[in-house]
């Protein structure tokens, strides 16, 4: 177990859990002491999180330890340390400072973290444990619950919708025609069943439901809704559906195309979009503005939505095409999964304009865009990008910037890159980034920018390219803590670029440098099972699905990484493997689990 002994100090120090428990520093001028009562953020589908405001001793030795358990049960697991949050003020993308997410005191800290691949609709107990090198140790329990998936009332009143251009009661012999018309007459609890057909020209939904009470718009099942924006597509102005403003609507199995934006849902409450086929739209959910801070709690789950944008994209077609996203959202708790995403600039898409707290993006199929895989950029604290899969796009997650964070990186696989694996431009801070593999035409691993990098961990992530510096590191690094990775198809006379120092082997590295003590060299050509190599082209489109990235039995990646509490079983005496997949350990789903309209 020396692996896990090693690894577990680095990692603690890294995320500012108590060294001074296994005597690694001296005493502390002052004991931490907690300022109010530890909060908890949203739960979400797989994941439980909070934030502890701790006044903090002089020599930054306080840590916040975690533990969980289903309520009911007796056992306790370890799960990741908080993250001792870097203080503000932070700047957006353009320069402007954003307000703080949380008010501290002077002379605290803000810790934060996240319990993750937890069971949905499930009581959880997490027990917090801070301490420091000086005074006692202080414990908090709380008490919180997974949400569910959400699933439509039972006594829902079913109402009926067919093409048309105004009248009907709703009744199966009497349907209203058209969506204006069923609109008019919406109420909370009402279950619209859209009849197979084509709804032309774009609608607003003008009635909500209430909390408990949704308005549901679900196609009937007996052939393809279609809802038409019937917008140019060299220019399209008008969203299809808009439906700002409201809260507790959902959409379901609908076709939705030919328009801005397919659904757009500005300053939204509890929107569910489930099993809909967005199409030929710039915009697939469009829902960035939260200007009131209300947006929260949507559900955007099992959807295909395709864009129209060009991939690969020229550096011209770059500068000169218009924005567009897959999905683009604000506010807290909102959960992204199970969608299959393609041939937008953006695939998904937080948005810093607002506080973004506790959201999730897991088990999405992302492709064909000519930007960013997810952009996570503006992330105040615990936002979560796991499971997922990135092909052909042009960087693979960007943290550009985060506000603090934790934000959390994990077990995602990302194929066919044309840049840098992970984006780390406008100085974030607070970024995890844990169990990856991420293959590439070129360098193994880059970072081109001249803002420093704050507060960032790496971990067990394995890198794969063809030719260059397994990683190019160009901006300053600061209390960022990188080991256990695996780099594999690198070349040249530099291994690693790192603070402007330059290291010509892994050798050398981990003989000098502060950080990949503990990496590992691989040989591509017997890395992967089935021999998957890394892309010959970077421009070439690869179809994930057959894309094999598990380990091939006996290669070196295989039990090379490190034990991280609430990551992986290296806690209870598995040593871990390096990248997204965990030998025997099932595969992930990506993309929808049903047939989608």
Same mark, same amino acid.
């Given at each position: ?6 690894g577990?100090r680095?990692?603690?120090?890294m ?5 001074? !428990?296994?005597? =690694? ?5 002052? #004991? +931490?002491? &907690?300022?109010?009562?530890? @909060? %908890?953020?949203?739960? /979400? ?15 930054h ?42 008010a ?8 934060a ?9 499930? !009581?959880?107990e =997490? ?5 420091? #090198? +000086?005074? &006692?140790?202080t414990q908090? @329990? %709380?008490?919180?619950? /997974? ?10 009143a ?5 093409p ?21 007459a919406?109420?909370?609890?009402d ?10 020209g ?16 679900r196609?009937?099942?007996d052939?393809? !809704? ?8 060299e220019?399209?102005?008008a ?13 379901e199995n ?11 849902g ?43 944008m060009?991939?690969?994209a020229?550096p ?33 898409d ?8 506790s959201c ?25 990008n ?43 801070s ?25 507060n ?16 190019d ?5 600061m ?23 330059k290291?010509?082997?892994l050798a ?12 590992v ?40 990484g490190?034990a ?11 040593a871990p ?21």
């Open positions: 177990m020396e692996y896990g002994l090693a577990q680095m990692f603690y120090r995320l500012g859990v108590a060294l001074a !428990a296994i005597g =690694l520093i001296g005493p502390a001028t002052r #004991a +931490a002491e &907690p300022v109010g009562e530890p @909060v %908890l953020d949203p739960p /979400t589908l797989h994941c439980i999180a909070a934030y502890w405001i701790v006044r903090d001793d002089d020599a030795r306080a840590s916040v330890a975690t533990e969980y358990r289903p309520a009911g049960t007796d056992e306790w697991q370890p799960g990741p340390p908080f993250l001792r949050v870097q203080p503000g003020p932070f700047k957006d993308e353009g320069g402007k400072v954003k307000p703080p997410a949380v501290i005191p002077d002379g605290a800290r803000l810790f973290g996240s319990v993750f691949v937890l069971a949905p609709d499930t !009581a959880y =997490l027990k917090l444990t801070l301490r420091s #090198a +000086a005074g &006692p140790t908090r @329990v %709380l008490r919180t619950h /997974t949400m569910a998936e959400p699933v439509a009332p039972p006594d829902m079913a109402r009926h919708v067919v048309g251009a105004g009248g009907g009661s709703g009744t199966p012999a009497d349907p209203f025609r058209g969506l204006k018309a069923a609109d008019a919406a109420r909370p609890g279950l619209f069943l859209v009849h197979a057909g084509l709804y032309a774009t609608f607003t939904v003008t009635r909500g439901g209430q909390p408990g009470r949704p308005v549901i718009w196609g009937a099942g052939g393809v !809704a279609i809802i038409d924006g019937q917008q140019p597509r220019n399209p102005t969203n299809v559906i808009d439906l700002r403003n409201q809260h507790d609507v959902w959409l609908l076709a939705v195309c030919h328009g801005y934006a397919a659904i757009c500005h300053e939204c409450e509890r929107l569910v979009i489930r099993r809909c086929h967005l199409y030929d739209v710039l915009e697939g959910v469009l829902a960035n503005r939260n200007r009131g801070h209300v947006a929260r709690d949507f559900f955007i789950a099992d959807n295909v939505l395709e864009g129209m060009p991939w690969p020229t011209q077609q770059w500068h000169d095409l218009p924005e567009s996203r897959g999905i683009w959202i604000a506010g807290p708790g909102h959960v992204c999964c199970y969608n299959r995403i393609h041939h937008f600039k953006d695939g998904m937080v948005d810093e304009s607002a506080q973004t707290i999730d993006f897991h088990n999405n199929d992302v492709s064909c865009v000519f930007d960013d895989g997810c952009e996570m950029d503006g992330s105040d604290r615990n936002t979560r796991f499971y997922n899969r990135y092909t052909n796009v042009l960087c693979g997650v960007s943290l550009q910037p985060v506000h603090g964070g934790p934000v959390y990186v994990f077990r995602n696989v990302i194929y066919n890159i044309r840049n840098e694996p992970f984006k780390l431009h406008n100085s974030p607070g970024g995890i980034i844990v169990h990856n593999t991420t293959v590439r035409h070129g360098p193994p691993a880059s970072l081109s920018t001249q803002d420093p990098v704050f960032c961990m790496f971990r067990n992530n394995l890198l794969v390219g063809t030719a260059g510096r397994a990683y590191f160009s901006p300053p690094a209390d960022c803590d990188f080991d256990y990775d695996g780099y594999a198809g690198w070349s040249g006379d530099t291994f690693l670029k790192w603070n402007g120092i290291y010509k082997s050398e590295v981990q003989a000098k440098a502060p950080i990949e003590r503990h990496a060299e691989l040989d591509p050509a017997t890395l992967f099972a089935g021999g998957t190599a890394a892309p010959a082209t970077e421009t070439t489109v690869y179809d994930g699905s057959k894309i094999d990235l598990q380990l091939k039995p006996g290669c070196r990646a295989i039990g090379a490190v991280l509490p609430g990551f992986n079983d290296g806690a209870h005496g598995v493997d390096l990248g997204a997949y965990q030998a025997g350990a099932p595969l992930p789903h990506y993309g929808p689990r049903m047939e989608v309209p």
